[in-house]
DNA sequence: TGCATTGTAAAGCGATCGTTTTACATTAGT
DNA sequence: ACTAATGTAAAACGATCGCTTTACAATGCA
């Protein structure tokens, strides 16, 4: 594993974990196994370091939705959970912990959370064999809402959206 | 208006707008138009002051969610983003950026949300005749999604919410 | 053999962090 | 008029921030 790869995989965690701006660069050095000198050749800065963190992010979750069923949708979200856990969204985090000042961060909120955007209403275009956009702005919503409540609630709640969003779908089919 | 009114105010609209961490406490002086002498002696300290700040919050929020049915609850939070705007849950935000390693505001959080479960539990039974902890948890979840996912689509998540939930309604009735 | 390249360890940069202190002004109640 | 309370302005506390620098070791390719 190169250097890079491993400076971005501690990263993540830890700011994931205990937040950005609570995530020292001593921390991270100390995480991912190198001086800070190798460390800001790899990261540049911290805030870049953050947005690299976040685009391999998005690459790694939106690759899990690559479905055809709005049903598989949630499924996916109970396989990242499980393996990733309940801390909500790390792309709404980072933007809020930085109120949108940082612009390489927000970028990378942005292009993640319009790329999620277009593909919920794609799965439910697919799923549905017709566009509905009022539907897919509901799916969305479940989405964002389980990953969100599962914070305090458990996982149990993308059950409960999976479930909700079963309901919704079959109204609108017929 | 008391210098602790007046502090509380202006460090819950910082601590909002620009992150716990990223608020120092210089901005929180200047903003409070007090010196750091006077605002130590009625904040105690930083975290002290966020679960206040966090406390206060919840008062002025469970107060709006004092109704007897589900789509009042969604014209209660329609309400809300349009006077507090749409920056996601503070709640959320502030035990993310701590980490949950302060237990002050771990504590003001928890209390929030636990209260905030019940009461959708009650507004459902009200509603619905009878207790649903299922449908319950899908409209938790609904409510939950609408505030995250407002934050990047705009305050109409709140009314695809509030339309998904009469939905769930209209089917737990028959 | 020689010379980049890539790494480490550690000191240090100025700035800012949350918090406390010193010294002094204003006001209200006995 | 005396006192206690409550405020201000500003300096200073040690610690830590993100980041850079200096000095040096190991490696791989010519």
Chains 1, 2 share one sequence.
Do not use: N
């Amino acid at each position: 594993m190169d250097m890079t790869s491993k400076l971005t995989a501690a990263a993540e965690r830890l700011f994931d974990r205990h937040g950005y701006m609570a995530t020292g660069m001593d921390r991270l050095t100390e995480a991912a196994g190198m001086s800070s000198r190798t460390l800001y050749k790899h990261a540049g800065s911290k805030a870049a370091l953050m947005a690299r963190v976040l685009t391999e992010r998005d690459r790694r979750f939106m690759a899990r939705l690559e479905v055809r069923t709005v049903d598989a949708l949630f499924a996916a979200l109970e396989d990242w959970v499980r393996v990733e856990g309940c801390r909500g969204c790390l792309f709404l985090r980072s933007r809020a912990e930085t109120g949108g000042d940082t612009p390489e961060i927000a970028e990378a909120v942005a292009a993640h959370k319009e790329a999620f955007h277009r593909r919920v209403g794609e799965v439910v275009a697919t799923d549905l064999g017709r566009e509905d956009p009022a539907l897919a702005e509901q799916v969305l919503v479940l989405f964002e809402g389980a990953t969100h409540a599962a914070v305090y609630r458990g996982a149990q709640t993308v059950s409960a959206a999976r479930a909700a969003a079963a309901i919704l779908l079959e109204r609108a089919r017929s």
